[in-house]
């Protein structure tokens, strides 16, 4: 997995990148009670809005990390927004995206240095 300076994982499935929020996002945003998803299809530029989440602390957007389109988005997440502080590495992502050079993740963090950058 890679990560973002914004609390984002992105994770590479097939020609396919996943992308959902971090433990330390989930925890800082406290009970998550609605997520707003965008559109399969539509078409999205690093640092767009894409996502929003609304917590009982606070409303979060969520960035779109690279260039693509969105192909799929967790519907589960519209039913159970609560999914995002149960199991946010894994049932509680946002959307795919459909990128057209995979590379440009190299320029994202690993574990490691996002975990330097939590501290």
Same mark, same amino acid.
């Given at each position: 997995?890679?990560? *973002?300076?914004?609390? @984002?994982?992105?994770?590479? @499935?097939?020609? #396919? ?9 989930? +925890?800082?945003?406290?009970?998550? !009670?609605?997520?707003?998803?965008? +559109?399969?299809? *539509? ?5 767009? +809005? ?6 009982? /602390? $606070? ?6 990390? !690279?260039?693509?389109?969105?192909? $799929? ?15 946010? #590495?894994? /049932? ?5 995206? /459909? ?12 574990? $490691? $240095? ?6």
């Amino acid at each position: 997995m890679k990560y *973002t300076e914004d609390h @984002e994982w992105l994770r590479i @499935e097939g020609d #396919l990148v996943v992308v959902g929020i971090t433990e330390h996002a989930a +925890e800082a945003l406290g009970d998550v !009670v609605f997520v707003e998803l965008p +559109e399969p299809g *539509t078409q999205v530029a690093r640092g767009d +809005e894409v996502c929003v989440i609304e917590s009982v /602390k $606070a409303a979060s957007d969520i960035l779109a990390p !690279v260039d693509g389109e969105i192909v $799929a988005v967790n519907e589960a997440l519209g039913d159970t927004p609560g999914l995002v502080n149960e199991d946010p #590495l894994g /049932k509680a992502w946002f959307f795919k995206m /459909k990128l057209a050079d995979l590379t440009v993740l190299d320029g994202f963090m690993d574990e $490691a $240095a996002y975990k330097d950058l939590i501290g």
